[in-house]
């Protein structure tokens, strides 16, 4: 790889646009510490559309990059878009394929896959913006999950209009705040127990890191402002439940087809059973994010993390 000019492709358009930059920014600090050629692209906001879409093809051939690395977080990095992009361009990207892409992306379709592989998922409906302006009874989802319910947009990352709620105004309100994201939205019950994530990188599970946050749940405060949530690397489980819980998160992983490296996030619920909540094919890149605090428990520093995922890159 260094011999090859690598484009690091971070911002965007979505709404994780400055987590995009920070891993894009980290990423790039760690190639250029391993004499790795590369170009910071930074892909401007706006809305993703067909000159979106070619105003990104012409910053990539401006560029002149053999590789890309995606460090895009959220629509047009995630979803698929940007990977179909590169894929027609011949330009070879790390991380998973459009297709697997788009899948793990869409937490209703990712969901369907896990259920057909057998892996454990929470009981949960879809709701859609029709449906719901028709006029609809929110009680029914109490009454079929119980006290506690999950609202979250099929699409989208960092935990952006996602909120856990335990009445009918609050849910309501959760709803309209969701429908800002998506116009599919899940709804689950919510699983008391401890939240974990299994990183994955070449295709083998990495050291489990529990997550403790100070808040309700690993909210978007949580996960991103300093002191709000602490972390035990790797996770203090039974051993048995340990890799067990392992085993889940990489057969998500292939369940998905995601290639090389992910993220799966896990509520071990206080019963002992592991419920995957979703595979997160771009995990955020950076020194302190959840996959490089793994990688290094197994002895893999932040640089050559970041050079395993490079070496990786396929079409």
Same mark, same amino acid.
């Given at each position: 790889?260094?011999?090859?000019?690598?484009?690091?492709?971070?911002?965007?358009?979505?709404?994780?646009? $400055?987590?995009?930059?920070?891993?894009?920014?980290?990423?790039?600090?760690?190639?250029?510490?391993?004499?790795?050629? #590369?170009?910071?692209?930074?892909?401007?906001?706006?809305?993703?559309?067909? %000159?979106?879409?070619?105003?990104?093809?012409?910053?990539?051939?401006?560029?002149?990059?053999?590789?890309?690395?995606?460090?895009?977080?959220?629509?047009?990095?995630?979803? %698929?878009?940007?990977?179909?992009?590169? @894929?027609?361009?011949?330009?070879?990207?790390?991380?998973?394929?459009?297709?697997?892409?788009?899948?793990?992306?869409?937490?209703?379709?990712?969901?369907?896959?896990?259920?057909?592989?057998?892996?454990?998922?929470?009981?949960?409906?879809?709701?859609?913006?029709?449906?719901?302006?028709?006029?609809?009874?929110?009680?029914? #989802?109490?009454?079929?999950?119980?006290?506690?319910?999950?609202?979250?947009?099929?699409?989208?990352?960092?935990?952006?209009?996602?909120?856990?709620?335990?009445?009918?105004?609050?849910?309501?309100?959760?709803?309209?705040?969701?429908?800002?994201?998506?116009?599919?939205?899940?709804?689950?019950?919510?699983?008391?127990?401890?939240?974990?994530?299994? %990183?994955?990188?070449?295709?083998?599970?990495?050291?489990?890191?529990?997550?403790?946050?100070?808040?309700?749940?690993?909210?978007?405060?949580?996960?991103?402002?300093?002191?709000?949530?602490? #972390?035990?690397?790797?996770?203090?489980? @039974?051993?048995?439940?340990?890799?067990?819980?392992?085993?889940?998160?990489?057969?998500?992983?292939?369940?998905?087809?995601?290639?090389?490296?992910?993220?799966?996030?896990?509520?071990?619920?206080?019963?002992?059973?592991?419920?995957?909540? $979703?595979?997160?094919?771009?995990?955020?890149?950076?020194?302190?994010?959840?996959?490089?605090?793994?990688?290094?428990?197994?002895?893999?520093?932040?640089?050559?993390?970041?050079?395993?995922?490079?070496?990786?890159?396929?079409?």
């Amino acid at each position: 790889m260094k011999t090859k000019r690598i484009g690091v492709l971070m911002a965007g358009p979505s709404s994780e646009r $400055e987590i995009s930059i920070k891993s894009g920014t980290a990423v790039c600090r760690a190639l250029g510490s391993k004499g790795v050629d #590369y170009a910071a692209l930074e892909l401007m906001p706006g809305p993703n559309n067909n %000159g979106y879409r070619d105003s990104t093809a012409e910053l990539i051939r401006e560029a002149k990059i053999d590789t890309a690395f995606v460090a895009l977080h959220g629509e047009f990095g995630e979803d %698929g878009g940007v990977q179909e992009l590169l @894929e027609e361009m011949n330009i070879p990207h790390t991380g998973s394929s459009s297709r697997a892409s788009k899948i793990a992306m869409n937490k209703i379709a990712a969901k369907e896959v896990f259920k057909r592989s057998s892996i454990p998922v929470a009981r949960h409906d879809v709701l859609n913006l029709e449906r719901f302006k028709k006029g609809f009874d929110v009680k029914v #989802y109490f009454k079929a999950f119980g006290k506690s319910v999950v609202v979250k947009p099929s699409n989208g990352g960092s935990s952006i209009g996602l909120n856990i709620v335990n009445n009918e105004k609050d849910l309501l309100a959760a709803i309209e705040d969701a429908f800002k994201y998506d116009d599919k939205l899940l709804i689950e019950e919510y699983i008391p127990g401890r939240e974990i994530t299994v %990183g994955i990188i070449e295709d083998r599970a990495l050291p489990i890191v529990e997550i403790v946050p100070k808040r309700k749940f690993f909210d978007f405060t949580a996960k991103y402002q300093k002191g709000m949530t602490e #972390y035990i690397v790797p996770a203090e489980i @039974e051993e048995k439940t340990y890799r067990f819980c392992q085993d889940i998160g990489l057969s998500a992983h292939k369940a998905l087809s995601a290639r090389s490296f992910s993220r799966v996030d896990i509520i071990l619920g206080k019963s002992g059973r592991p419920v995957v909540l $979703e595979v997160n094919t771009i995990p955020g890149l950076t020194e302190t994010s959840l996959l490089p605090k793994a990688a290094k428990a197994a002895g893999i520093s932040f640089e050559d993390l970041c050079l395993k995922i490079l070496e990786s890159a396929s079409w």
